[in-house]
C-alpha cells in the first residue's frame, strides 16, 4: 500500500469515520431487535414446516385473497414477498436518498471504496455459483441468489458482537448495504420481470408523481401519502415488475434536507415511523412466509447433492468474502487509498464473512428464479439458511475476537484521573513493585 506520509497529494482512507456517527449507532440499535425478530421467524418456520404440523405451514403460505379485478388476488406468500417488503425497500430506498445526500455516499472519494466493494462481492459470488452450475449441470437462473447482503441480519450480528469495533467498520458494512440492497433491486427489475404491461407501468407514473408532490411539500399526512404509495405498488405489480421496485421508488423521492437547511431532515422522520413496522413486522412475517422448508435427512441430502444449493452456499460463504475483500485491497494496492490508521484487514475480513449472510433478498430472488414451492425452492432455502449460519458465526468469531482486542486496548489505554499512568497500571501497582520502584508503563498495544 502507499505510504501517505510520502505522498504530497491528499490520501483517502478506504475506511473512513462516518459522516454521522449519531445516525449509524442509532440505526445499529434498532436493527439489533430486527436482526433477532428475523432469526426467530426463520427458526419457527424452518421448525414449523419441519413438524408433524408442516401441512398446516404449506396450507397457510397458500392462503388466498385480494381482488381479482386489480390483479392482486394472491396467496399470502406471494403477499409477504411483492406487498410487505415493498415496506422494507421503501426504508431502505429513504437510507440510500439520505446516505447520497447528506451521508457518506455524497462524496465520491468516500462512495467509491465501499460501492466499488459492493459490486465485487456480487460479482464473485455470481461467478461462483456459474461456474459450479456449468460444471454440475445446473440451472443458471439463481445467480443472482448469492449476490445479496441481508442488511438487517448482518447489522443485528454486528450489533451483539461489535461493542468495541471502530464505527468507521460498521459505516462501512452499513453503506456496503445498502448498495448492495439498490444493485439487488436492479438485477430483480432487469432480469426478473416477464411479459411487462407498459399501460400499468406508465398509469403508476400518476400516483408516483403525487407522492413526490407531496412529499416535496413537506407534507406527511397519512391519509395522503397512504394511498398514493398503494396505488403506485398495484400498478407496478400489475406490469409485471416486481412489486417491490415501487417501494424503492417512493423511497428515493423523499427530500433531505441538506446541512445548513432548517427543519429537521424528512427522511429521518419517515424512517422513525416506518422503520418498526418494517423490521418488527414486514421482514420477519415475510422470514415466517419463506423461510420455512423441511429439513430431514432426505431433503439435506438432496440439497447437498443439488448445484444450484452447492453455488449459493460457495458463493455467500466464500465468494462474497473473495469479492469484497479482494476488490478493497486491489482499491488500496493499486491506488492512494488506504485503510483508516485504527482499522487492520483483519477487521475487514471479518466484515467480508458479514457479507455473506444473505437471507432475505436471497430468498425473494430464490422464489423468483425457480417459483415458490418448487423443489429446486426448497433446496434454495436450505442453501440460504445455511450459508447465513455459517456466514455468521464465522464472522462472529473473527469479530468477537477483535472485539476484544479493541476493548482490552481501550481499558489498557484509560486513564480517567489523567495523571499520565494508565488506570490498570495504578490498580495493579501494589503487586507490581520490584526493588522498591514501580516498573516503567507499558504502553497498550494496538490490537
Not at 400499468?200 to 391519509?223: K, M, N
Not at 414451492?373 to 439458511?385: P, T, W, Y
Not at 462472529?396 to 482486542?405: D, H, I, P, S
Request: neutral net charge; glycine residues 10%.
Amino acid at each position: 500500500m502507499v505510504d501517505a506520509r510520502s505522498q504530497p497529494t491528499r490520501v483517502r482512507r478506504v475506511l473512513a469515520a462516518p459522516a454521522d456517527p449519531h445516525y449509524v449507532v442509532a440505526l445499529l440499535r434498532t436493527e439489533t431487535v430486527g436482526g433477532l425478530l428475523l432469526l426467530g421467524a426463520a427458526l419457527v418456520a424452518v421448525a414449523w414446516a419441519s413438524s408433524p404440523w408442516g401441512d398446516s405451514y404449506e396450507a397457510l403460505r397458500g392462503v388466498t385473497f385480494g381482488p381479482e379485478a386489480l390483479h392482486l388476488r394472491l396467496d399470502l406468500a406471494t403477499w409477504a414477498a411483492d406487498g410487505l417488503l415493498a415496506v422494507f425497500f421503501f426504508v431502505v430506498g429513504m437510507e440510500l436518498k439520505r446516505e447520497f445526500v447528506v451521508g457518506d455516499l455524497r462524496q465520491p472519494s468516500r462512495a467509491a471504496i465501499p460501492m466499488l466493494a459492493a459490486v465485487g462481492g456480487m460479482a464473485v459470488p455470481a461467478l461462483i455459483y456459474t461456474a459450479v452450475n456449468v460444471v454440475g449441470d445446473g440451472p443458471l437462473s439463481g445467480w443472482a441468489v448469492p449476490t445479496a447482503t441481508d442488511i438487517a441480519f448482518a447489522l443485528g450480528v454486528l450489533a451483539v458482537v461489535g461493542s468495541h469495533l471502530p464505527l468507521a467498520l460498521r459505516s462501512f458494512l452499513l453503506t456496503l448495504a445498502v448498495v448492495d440492497d439498490l444493485l439487488a433491486i436492479t438485477v430483480i427489475a432487469v432480469f426478473y420481470t416477464s411479459d411487462l404491461a407498459w399501460l400499468h407501468l406508465v398509469l403508476a407514473l400518476v400516483p408516483i408523481a403525487l407522492f413526490r408532490l407531496v412529499v416535496g411539500r413537506r407534507r406527511t399526512t397519512w391519509w395522503l401519502l397512504w394511498p398514493l404509495g398503494i396505488a403506485a405498488w398495484a400498478l407496478v405489480h400489475a406490469s409485471g415488475v416486481h412489486a417491490t421496485v415501487a417501494g424503492v421508488v417512493l423511497g428515493l423521492l423523499v427530500p433531505v434536507l441538506r446541512p445548513g437547511q432548517r427543519g429537521r431532515k424528512l427522511t429521518q422522520d419517515l424512517e422513525h415511523r416506518f422503520r418498526p413496522l418494517s423490521a418488527g413486522f414486514c421482514v420477519p412475517v415475510f422470514a415466517l412466509m419463506a423461510a420455512g422448508v423441511a429439513v430431514n435427512g432426505e431433503t439435506a441430502r438432496a440439497a447437498a447433492a443439488d448445484p444450484v444449493a452447492i453455488g449459493i452456499v460457495a458463493g455467500l460463504v466464500v465468494g462474497k468474502v473473495v469479492g469484497v475483500l479482494g476488490t478493497t485491497w486491489l482499491v488500496a494496492r493499486f491506488t492512494k487509498a488506504e485503510l483508516d490508521p485504527g482499522l487492520r484487514w483483519v477487521d475487514l475480513f471479518g466484515m467480508s464473512l458479514l457479507a455473506g449472510i444473505g437471507f432475505t433478498v436471497s430468498l425473494l430472488i430464490g422464489e423468483l428464479a425457480f417459483g415458490a414451492g418448487s423443489e429446486v425452492d426448497d433446496h434454495v432455502r436450505i442453501a440460504v439458511l445455511t450459508a447465513s449460519v455459517v456466514a455468521a458465526l464465522l464472522a462472529a468469531g473473527v469479530l468477537a475476537t477483535r472485539n476484544r482486542a479493541y476493548r482490552l486496548a481501550a481499558e489498557a489505554a484509560g486513564d480517567h484521573d489523567h495523571d499520565g499512568i494508565p488506570d490498570h497500571e495504578q490498580r495493579d501497582a501494589p503487586d507490581r513493585v520490584v526493588g522498591g520502584h514501580d516498573p516503567a508503563p507499558s504502553t497498550a498495544r494496538e490490537p
